[in-house]
């Protein structure tokens, strides 16, 4: 009877820590919703927020890991016109080039980010895009030569700092290209109605004995630039091929224009342009021990590796998003938050402003077991929007992110969706293509170490939307705000924007922003 009961007793333990386990997996759900959860019958709190919105304005985007190319119109924010100039590096420096050499072809590459979804019997591929915007909407695209030397270092820094560029600076590149555009096929879909295709990139080529060879890649921007340009600027010019630092200075990169097509909204695709490359095709002769000249194919590789700077113009701006981010409400908050990537706004978040109100919950040595700000989305004004698929909340006091994130260390196979305890993640509605609602991020630790510790700072907290979670660097600001010179690099690299109810009190109070805090009383 003992051995019965015992063995009774601890599969009922046994079961009850698989249904917590299994409890605690839904909770930590990416993009879950707070409400409606058990928790155990936790003690809540609900805290007062103040949040206002805050403009970014113009700001550095060096060697950013993702850029934006293209337009892309949200009658929510504006539109906004993403050019992109870079440096180009040879692959492989000092290369021999024979007698007789002439330009085959010249192509330049960009993959896109695509994820595949079919695999023919034929051997053919079908892709789909990742991160476009407009879908095949065509834009005109024009490659340049630039004439603007990107420098590695500030001279007005002493050469100790790295050379700031900013997305207001369209206009100098624009004004410095060299040329005609380089692109110049007679084919419309290279140039004047440019469109981001999903269709894998095929290339046949044909041996000396007529074997045809099928090459399959995935999609990519693929244009066919100037023959003629290219063997005048390289084949002709060995001698400023034999170090980048001296082929930098003589050929000084490309510039990426884009422009409107009449009839066309246009599109937008986030892209590692630095993962382009231009690859120059030639023949030249090659002369044997005897003498005997045969003609063999070379190439020559230019990486999109050097400096490079993300060019974003803005028009036709929202006048009413213009208006809140120019006449934020510090005080007790917005109704709304716009919290728009580029050189967009973001929303400050203040905690614990009544006063007395944090001194009062240390005072009672509450445990905290889990705190969370839920942003709820405007639906009525971002119904004609492109929602971001995550937000990013920092510690804007300091410019690091907050301890949540650090101790975050959950991952997906999706590298978007890691850190999706911390999350960020949007909630949408539970249907085919349901529209977003909330926005969760859980502070838990910070608030606990807030709470626990009476030397903890209460910082400011700064909401931007974000195209790589897994980045926490920033980027400077061209002219510094109130609060700080600096933001998240990961916010410019999203061109999209979201509309949240704020802390004023004219929202509605089951809509109004909230600092949430689950509790346990000590014994």
Same mark, same amino acid.
């Given at each position: 009877m003992y051995n019965t009961s015992?063995?009774?007793?601890?599969l009922l333990v046994v079961m009850s820590i698989v249904f917590l386990y299994s409890c605690d997996k839904d909770y930590n759900s990416i993009g879950g919703n707070l409400i409606g959860?058990?928790?155990?019958?936790?003690?809540?709190y609900t805290s007062a927020v103040v949040a206002h919105n805050q403009k970014i304005g113009p700001v550095a985007t060096n060697n950013l890991a993702v850029n934006a190319l293209g337009i892309y119109d949200d009658?929510?924010?504006?539109?906004?016109?993403?050019?992109?100039?870079?440096?180009?590096?040879?692959?492989?420096?000092?290369?021999?080039?024979?007698?007789?050499a002439v330009v085959d072809s010249v192509y330049l590459s960009v993959p896109y980010f695509s994820t595949l979804t079919t695999t023919n019997t034929d051997g053919s591929h079908v892709y789909e895009l990742d991160s476009i915007y407009g879908g095949q909407a065509p834009i005109k695209l024009s490659v340049y030569e630039s004439g603007y030397y990107m420098r590695d270092l500030d001279p007005l820094g002493g050469l100790l700092q790295t050379q700031s560029y900013f997305t207001d600076q369209n206009t100098l590149f624009d004004n410095a290209k060299i040329g005609s555009r380089l692109n110049n096929s007679t084919n419309a879909a290279q140039n004047d109605a440019f469109y981001f295709s999903p269709k894998e990139i095929v290339q046949t080529t044909t041996a000396t004995d007529g074997k045809v060879t099928t090459a399959r890649s995935v999609p990519a921007m693929r244009l066919k630039l100037n023959s003629t340009f290219f063997a005048n600027k390289i084949l002709s010019a060995p001698d400023k091929?034999?170090?980048?630092d001296v082929f930098k200075d003589y050929f000084r990169g490309l510039y990426f224009k884009v422009e409107s097509v009449s009839g066309s909204a246009g599109s937008m695709a986030m892209m590692n342009l630095k993962a382009g490359k231009i690859t120059i095709s030639y023949t030249e002769d090659l002369v044997d021990s005897?003498?005997?000249?045969?003609?063999?194919?070379?190439?020559?590789?230019?990486?999109?590796?050097?400096? /490079?700077? /993300?060019?974003l113009d803005q028009s036709g701006a929202n006048g009413t998003y213009t208006s809140a981010v120019n006449n934020p409400n510090t005080s007790v908050g917005d109704a709304n938050l716009y919290v728009k990537g580029g050189e967009g706004s973001m929303a400050v978040i203040n905690l614990f402003n009544t006063p007395g109100e944090l001194d009062l919950i240390r005072s009672k040595g509450w445990l905290i077991n889990e705190a969370n700000l839920i942003f709820n989305i405007d639906a009525t004004k971002m119904a004609n929007s492109t929602e971001p698929n995550r937000v990013y909340l920092y510690d804007l006091t300091h410019n690091i992110p907050v301890y949540d994130y650090y101790v975050d260390a959950t991952s997906a196979a999706d590298t978007k969706k890691s850190k999706y305890i911390f999350s960020g993640l949007i909630n949408k509605e539970a249907v085919t293509n349901g529209r977003g609602q909330t926005y969760k991020i859980r502070i838990t630790n910070q608030i606990r170490n807030l709470v626990?510790?009476?030397? /903890?700072t209460n910082v400011k907290l700064g909401l931007v939307v974000t195209e790589n979670i897994g980045d926490a660097s920033f980027t400077k600001l061209k002219t510094a705000n109130t609060f700080s010179s600096k933001v998240a690099k990961s916010s410019v690299m999203n061109p999209l924007g979201t509309i949240l109810y704020g802390s004023h009190p004219s929202v509605p109070e089951d809509k109004r922003l909230k600092l949430q805090i689950y509790y346990t009383k000590p014994n």
């Open positions: 015992f063995i009774k007793k601890m959860d058990n928790h155990f019958d936790l003690l809540q009658p929510a924010f504006g539109k906004t016109t993403a050019h992109f100039a870079t440096q180009l590096n040879l692959a492989a420096l000092a290369p021999t080039i024979g007698a007789h091929l034999v170090t980048n005897n003498g005997a000249i045969t003609r063999v194919q070379k190439t020559i590789d230019l990486n999109m590796t050097g400096n /490079s700077v /993300s060019l626990k510790h009476a030397d /903890s």
